[in-house]
Protein backbone atom coordinates (compact mmCIF):
# COMPACT_ATOMS: atom_id res chain seq x y z
CA UNK A 1 0.00 0.00 0.00
CA UNK A 2 2.40 2.45 -0.89
CA UNK A 3 1.66 6.09 -0.86
CA UNK A 4 2.81 8.08 -3.41
CA UNK A 5 1.92 11.24 -5.41
CA UNK A 6 1.09 8.62 -8.48
CA UNK A 7 -1.01 10.69 -10.90
CA UNK A 8 -4.52 9.39 -11.18
CA UNK A 9 -4.56 9.03 -15.44
CA UNK A 10 -1.00 7.31 -14.40
CA UNK A 11 -2.32 3.25 -15.02
CA UNK A 12 0.08 0.26 -13.87
CA UNK A 13 1.50 -1.60 -16.91
CA UNK A 14 -1.42 -4.16 -17.24
CA UNK A 15 -4.16 -3.39 -14.97
CA UNK A 16 -7.17 -1.40 -16.39
CA UNK A 17 -8.03 0.36 -12.63
CA UNK A 18 -6.44 3.53 -10.99
CA UNK A 19 -2.74 2.87 -9.24
CA UNK A 20 -2.72 3.21 -5.87
CA UNK A 21 -1.16 6.98 -4.11
CA UNK A 22 -2.02 9.72 -2.78
CA UNK A 23 -4.05 10.93 -5.42
CA UNK A 24 -6.51 7.94 -5.39
CA UNK A 25 -7.32 8.10 -1.81
CA UNK A 26 -8.26 12.21 -1.96
CA UNK A 27 -10.28 11.37 -4.82
CA UNK A 28 -11.50 8.35 -3.17
CA UNK A 29 -12.64 9.82 -0.19
CA UNK A 30 -14.72 12.56 -2.38
CA UNK A 31 -16.62 9.72 -4.01
CA UNK A 32 -17.75 8.77 -0.68
CA UNK A 33 -18.36 11.76 0.47
CA UNK A 34 -20.12 12.70 -2.75
CA UNK A 35 -22.19 9.38 -3.16
CA UNK A 36 -23.43 9.89 0.73
CA UNK A 37 -24.53 13.54 0.03
CA UNK A 38 -25.98 12.54 -3.27
CA UNK A 39 -28.05 9.53 -2.21
CA UNK A 40 -29.86 11.65 0.67
CA UNK A 41 -30.28 14.12 -1.10
CA UNK A 42 -31.90 12.54 -3.92
CA UNK A 43 -34.06 10.05 -1.55
CA UNK A 44 -35.10 13.78 0.40
CA UNK A 45 -36.76 14.82 -3.12
CA UNK A 46 -38.17 11.28 -4.61
CA UNK A 47 -37.28 7.92 -3.20
CA UNK A 48 -38.13 7.22 -7.11
CA UNK A 49 -35.97 9.72 -8.57
CA UNK A 50 -33.41 8.00 -6.02
CA UNK A 51 -33.47 4.45 -7.27
CA UNK A 52 -34.13 5.48 -10.83
CA UNK A 53 -30.91 8.09 -11.07
CA UNK A 54 -28.90 5.45 -8.92
CA UNK A 55 -29.97 2.33 -11.16
CA UNK A 56 -29.04 4.40 -14.35
CA UNK A 57 -25.95 6.08 -13.55
CA UNK A 58 -24.10 2.25 -12.57
CA UNK A 59 -25.51 0.70 -15.57
CA UNK A 60 -24.53 3.97 -17.88
CA UNK A 61 -21.13 4.45 -16.26
CA UNK A 62 -20.06 0.61 -15.17
CA UNK A 63 -20.50 -0.22 -19.25
CA UNK A 64 -18.64 3.13 -20.17
CA UNK A 65 -15.45 2.36 -18.09
CA UNK A 66 -15.89 -1.73 -18.54
CA UNK A 67 -15.95 -1.46 -22.37
CA UNK A 68 -12.55 0.42 -22.25
CA UNK A 69 -10.25 -2.31 -21.11
CA UNK A 70 -7.97 0.00 -19.48
CA UNK A 71 -7.74 2.48 -16.95
CA UNK A 72 -8.90 6.46 -18.36
CA UNK A 73 -9.71 8.57 -15.41
CA UNK A 74 -12.48 9.90 -16.53
CA UNK A 75 -14.31 6.81 -17.03
CA UNK A 76 -12.60 4.72 -13.71
CA UNK A 77 -13.74 7.67 -11.44
CA UNK A 78 -17.34 8.29 -12.73
CA UNK A 79 -17.65 4.55 -11.83
CA UNK A 80 -16.64 4.95 -8.73
CA UNK A 81 -18.86 8.03 -8.02
CA UNK A 82 -21.82 6.09 -9.40
CA UNK A 83 -21.15 2.95 -7.32
CA UNK A 84 -21.12 5.07 -4.08
CA UNK A 85 -24.16 6.73 -4.43
CA UNK A 86 -25.74 3.26 -5.09
CA UNK A 87 -23.85 1.24 -2.43
CA UNK A 88 -25.34 3.94 -0.38
CA UNK A 89 -28.80 3.14 -1.60
CA UNK A 90 -28.22 -0.73 -1.13
CA UNK A 91 -27.19 -0.08 2.55
CA UNK A 92 -30.36 2.47 3.09
CA UNK A 93 -32.85 0.36 1.27
CA UNK A 94 -31.79 -2.31 3.74
CA UNK A 95 -32.57 -0.29 6.86
CA UNK A 96 -35.27 1.92 5.87
CA UNK A 97 -37.64 -0.71 3.52
CA UNK A 98 -36.86 -3.82 5.48
CA UNK A 99 -36.57 -2.09 8.71
CA UNK A 100 -33.37 -4.21 9.60
CA UNK A 101 -30.80 -2.34 12.48
CA UNK A 102 -27.78 -1.16 10.85
CA UNK A 103 -25.73 -3.97 13.19
CA UNK A 104 -27.64 -6.55 11.30
CA UNK A 105 -26.93 -4.67 7.78
CA UNK A 106 -23.41 -4.17 8.62
CA UNK A 107 -22.97 -7.84 9.29
CA UNK A 108 -24.33 -9.06 6.43
CA UNK A 109 -22.62 -6.57 4.12
CA UNK A 110 -18.99 -7.54 5.93
CA UNK A 111 -20.38 -11.14 5.11
CA UNK A 112 -20.94 -10.28 1.42
CA UNK A 113 -17.96 -8.21 1.06
CA UNK A 114 -15.87 -11.32 2.73
CA UNK A 115 -17.70 -13.94 -0.06
CA UNK A 116 -16.79 -11.68 -3.02
CA UNK A 117 -12.65 -11.74 -2.13
CA UNK A 118 -13.14 -15.77 -1.14
CA UNK A 119 -14.43 -16.12 -4.47
CA UNK A 120 -12.27 -14.14 -6.31
CA UNK A 121 -9.29 -15.12 -4.67
CA UNK A 122 -10.69 -18.84 -5.31
CA UNK A 123 -11.31 -18.39 -8.87
CA UNK A 124 -8.29 -15.99 -9.98
CA UNK A 125 -5.66 -16.94 -7.39
CA UNK A 126 -5.26 -13.09 -6.55
CA UNK A 127 -6.93 -10.20 -5.64
CA UNK A 128 -4.58 -7.67 -6.29
CA UNK A 129 -5.61 -4.65 -8.32
CA UNK A 130 -2.41 -5.12 -10.16
CA UNK A 131 -3.98 -7.49 -12.01
CA UNK A 132 -6.69 -6.50 -12.78
CA UNK A 133 -6.75 -7.31 -16.93
CA UNK A 134 -9.43 -9.47 -17.66
CA UNK A 135 -13.34 -9.31 -17.99
CA UNK A 136 -14.05 -11.73 -15.27
CA UNK A 137 -11.17 -10.15 -12.74
CA UNK A 138 -12.63 -6.33 -13.52
CA UNK A 139 -16.28 -7.91 -12.72
CA UNK A 140 -14.97 -9.63 -9.25
CA UNK A 141 -13.35 -5.48 -8.24
CA UNK A 142 -16.79 -3.85 -9.01
CA UNK A 143 -18.80 -6.10 -7.25
CA UNK A 144 -15.93 -5.86 -4.55
CA UNK A 145 -15.68 -2.22 -4.77
CA UNK A 146 -19.82 -2.47 -4.95
CA UNK A 147 -19.57 -4.45 -1.58
CA UNK A 148 -17.11 -2.48 0.68
CA UNK A 149 -19.22 1.11 -0.11
CA UNK A 150 -22.36 -0.91 1.28
CA UNK A 151 -20.60 -1.80 4.07
CA UNK A 152 -18.89 0.95 4.70
CA UNK A 153 -22.31 3.29 4.70
CA UNK A 154 -23.63 0.92 7.08
CA UNK A 155 -20.71 1.01 9.50
CA UNK A 156 -20.77 4.37 9.88
CA UNK A 157 -24.43 4.58 10.13
CA UNK A 158 -23.85 2.30 13.15
CA UNK A 159 -21.81 4.28 14.98
CA UNK A 160 -23.23 7.65 14.40
CA UNK A 161 -26.95 6.98 15.08
CA UNK A 162 -26.45 3.29 16.73
CA UNK A 163 -23.46 3.47 19.03
CA UNK A 164 -24.37 7.51 19.50
CA UNK A 165 -21.15 9.05 18.58
CA UNK A 166 -22.34 11.32 15.94
CA UNK A 167 -20.91 12.14 12.96
CA UNK A 168 -17.87 13.78 13.62
CA UNK A 169 -16.60 11.61 16.35
CA UNK A 170 -17.02 9.02 14.10
CA UNK A 171 -15.21 10.91 11.34
CA UNK A 172 -12.48 10.97 13.63
CA UNK A 173 -12.56 7.67 14.54
CA UNK A 174 -12.75 5.84 11.31
CA UNK A 175 -9.83 8.66 10.48
CA UNK A 176 -7.86 7.04 12.91
CA UNK A 177 -8.87 3.39 12.24
CA UNK A 178 -7.53 4.36 8.44
CA UNK A 179 -4.51 5.20 9.62
CA UNK A 180 -3.42 1.53 11.06
CA UNK A 181 -3.14 -0.28 7.84
CA UNK A 182 -0.84 1.97 6.46
CA UNK A 183 1.28 1.97 9.66
CA UNK A 184 0.73 -2.02 10.05
CA UNK A 185 2.24 -1.87 6.06
CA UNK A 186 4.97 0.35 6.96
CA UNK A 187 6.28 -1.75 9.83
CA UNK A 188 6.50 -4.90 8.23
CA UNK A 189 6.22 -4.76 4.64
CA UNK A 190 3.83 -7.57 4.46
CA UNK A 191 0.16 -8.26 3.62
CA UNK A 192 -0.79 -5.54 1.05
CA UNK A 193 -3.46 -6.24 -0.61
CA UNK A 194 -4.78 -6.92 2.96
CA UNK A 195 -4.01 -4.19 4.50
CA UNK A 196 -5.12 -2.29 0.89
CA UNK A 197 -8.53 -3.23 1.16
CA UNK A 198 -9.19 -2.78 4.82
CA UNK A 199 -8.43 0.85 4.12
CA UNK A 200 -10.21 1.09 1.18
CA UNK A 201 -13.44 -0.43 3.27
CA UNK A 202 -12.95 2.16 5.84
CA UNK A 203 -13.12 5.36 3.51
CA UNK A 204 -16.36 4.64 3.28
CA UNK A 205 -17.71 5.82 6.68
CA UNK A 206 -14.93 8.38 6.68
CA UNK A 207 -15.97 9.91 3.93
CA UNK A 208 -19.89 9.49 4.81
CA UNK A 209 -19.34 11.07 8.15
CA UNK A 210 -17.45 13.70 6.99
CA UNK A 211 -20.38 14.53 4.61
CA UNK A 212 -23.43 13.77 7.17
CA UNK A 213 -21.74 16.27 9.69
CA UNK A 214 -22.03 18.94 6.92
CA UNK A 215 -25.08 18.41 5.76
CA UNK A 216 -27.35 17.03 8.40
CA UNK A 217 -29.03 19.17 10.95
CA UNK A 218 -27.10 19.57 14.55
CA UNK A 219 -30.17 17.42 15.61
CA UNK A 220 -29.09 14.74 13.65
CA UNK A 221 -25.76 13.69 14.84
CA UNK A 222 -24.90 17.72 15.47
CA UNK A 223 -24.54 18.16 12.10
CA UNK A 224 -23.61 21.32 10.64
CA UNK A 225 -27.16 21.43 8.94
CA UNK A 226 -26.07 22.52 5.14
CA UNK A 227 -28.15 20.02 3.24
CA UNK A 228 -27.31 17.51 1.63
CA UNK A 229 -28.13 19.01 -2.13
CA UNK A 230 -25.77 21.64 -1.71
CA UNK A 231 -22.95 19.36 -0.07
CA UNK A 232 -23.23 16.99 -2.63
CA UNK A 233 -23.09 19.70 -5.84
CA UNK A 234 -19.84 21.19 -3.66
CA UNK A 235 -18.44 17.90 -3.10
CA UNK A 236 -19.40 16.76 -6.92
CA UNK A 237 -17.65 20.17 -8.23
CA UNK A 238 -14.86 19.69 -6.30
CA UNK A 239 -14.67 15.82 -7.23
CA UNK A 240 -14.99 16.55 -11.27
CA UNK A 241 -12.19 19.96 -10.77
CA UNK A 242 -9.44 17.17 -9.38
CA UNK A 243 -9.99 14.55 -11.52
CA UNK A 244 -10.15 16.97 -15.14
CA UNK A 245 -7.14 18.55 -13.41
CA UNK A 246 -4.75 15.77 -12.87
CA UNK A 247 -6.00 13.73 -15.52
CA UNK A 248 -5.76 16.34 -17.93
CA UNK A 249 -6.85 16.07 -21.55
CA UNK A 250 -8.62 13.02 -22.46
CA UNK A 251 -7.67 11.51 -19.32
CA UNK A 252 -5.96 8.53 -20.50
CA UNK A 253 -2.52 7.43 -19.24
CA UNK A 254 0.12 9.14 -20.82
CA UNK A 255 2.88 6.73 -19.60
CA UNK A 256 1.90 3.84 -17.89
CA UNK A 257 4.69 2.08 -15.09
CA UNK A 258 4.00 -0.81 -12.41
CA UNK A 259 3.23 0.83 -9.32
CA UNK A 260 4.68 -1.47 -5.98
CA UNK A 261 1.14 -1.14 -4.68
CA UNK A 262 -1.47 -4.27 -3.81
Do not use: K, N
Given at each position: MTISSTRPDRATAVSWVAPVGVTFWALK????????????????????????????????????????????????????????????????????ALGLPYPV??????????????????????????????????RFYWAAVMCTFALGTAVGDLTAATLGLGYWPSAVLFAI????????????????????WCAYVLTRPLGASIADGLAKPASMGRGMGLGD??????????LVGAVVLFAGPGGRPAAPRRQGVS
Open positions: LLTTAFGEAASDGLAGISPALAVLVGVAGIVITLRWQTRSHSFVARRYWSAVAAVAVFGTMLADGLHVTSVLYAVATASVFVVWRRCEGTISIHDIFTVRRELIAIPALVWRATGRHEVLWFVPVACIIGLL
